[in-house]
Structure formats: C-alpha cells, structure tokens
C-alpha cells in the first residue's frame, strides 16, 4: 500500500501547478482524500479534502476558490489543481487517505496512508 505525491516545482506567484496523487497496493476511490502541506518552520496544515462517498470537496479558507481537488478513478489518482499560487502556499505537500466513513477530515490523525511529500515553491 503506497501513496505518491508527484508534480510540485518551483512556480511564480499567479502561477500554476498540479499536483498528482498516486495509489499502488489499494483503490483510491474507497477513501477520503486529503492533501496537507507544510511550510518550513510551521506545522501541517489542511488545505483540501475529497470523500469517497459522494465526492463532495472541501477546502481550507485560504486556498477556496484557487484549489480544485478531484479523482480520476480510471487512474486510480486524486489530483489537486492550485491556481493563483502566492508565496504563501509555498511548503512541502503531502496526500493522505483516511477511510472511506470519513465525511470530513481536516487533522492529520484522520488519516491512515501519507504519501512522501512532494515541494512546492513559488516565489519570484
């Protein structure tokens, strides 16, 4: 059972990136979908959430409305799309599966699997 984060980079601030979401060993679909990130110094925060039921999306206050989250279940892959990308949304971000009964899961303990993290820098 493996998750892996894939796609950040280094991206100028109104930028854009998508960030990949990969399952091996296990069916994504059956599970609810965070991705969190972390800044040097900060602790992991929330910044997206996808449930397995009935796919309704969640997203913290500061990324609405410039982050997409979704599946592609054909790829067994969940995807978060990051939009108008500022220097703050720089940090180390990383996917996570919790169970699929999880309506909504924004603290890490919710989780079950973690992918291994994958950069994202935007700065000029």
């Known amino acids: 059972v493996q998750l892996q984060a894939s796609g950040g980079g280094l991206v100028q601030p109104g930028g854009s990136l998508r960030l990949s979401c990969a399952a091996s060993?296990?069916?994504?679909?059956?599970?609810?979908i965070g991705w969190f990130r972390q800044a040097p110094g900060k602790e992991r925060e929330w910044v997206s959430f996808i449930s397995s039921s009935d796919g309704r999306t969640y997203y913290a206050d500061s990324v609405k409305g410039r982050f997409t989250i979704s599946r592609d279940k054909v790829k067994n892959t969940v995807y978060l799309q990051m939009n108008g990308l500022e220097p703050e949304d720089t940090g180390v971000y990383y996917c996570?599966?919790?169970?699929?009964?999880?309506?909504?899961?924004?603290?890490?303990?919710?989780?079950?699997?973690w992918g291994q993290g994958t950069l994202v820098t935007v700065s000029s």
């Open positions: 996570a599966a919790a169970a699929g009964s999880v309506v909504l899961g924004t603290t890490p303990g919710a989780y079950r699997y």
């Open positions: 060993g296990f069916t994504l679909d059956y599970y609810a």
